[in-house]
């Protein structure tokens, strides 16, 4: 997961294309950052 206040910088298009990331951009929504850290923990319960 990244969160980042430069959604449009050359870092971030060269992470995105390494693979599958969340983003999320500040300013920072509770119910956004919420949704995705609970994505994030049903996908790592999958190799259980």
Avoid: C, F, W
């Amino acid at each position: 997961m990244i969160i980042t206040g430069y959604p449009d910088s050359e870092i971030l298009t060269k992470i995105l294309a390494s693979g599958p990331v969340t983003v999320i951009q500040k300013p920072i929504e509770y119910e956004k950052l919420n949704r995705a850290v609970k994505i994030l923990g049903h996908k790592g319960t999958e190799a259980l």
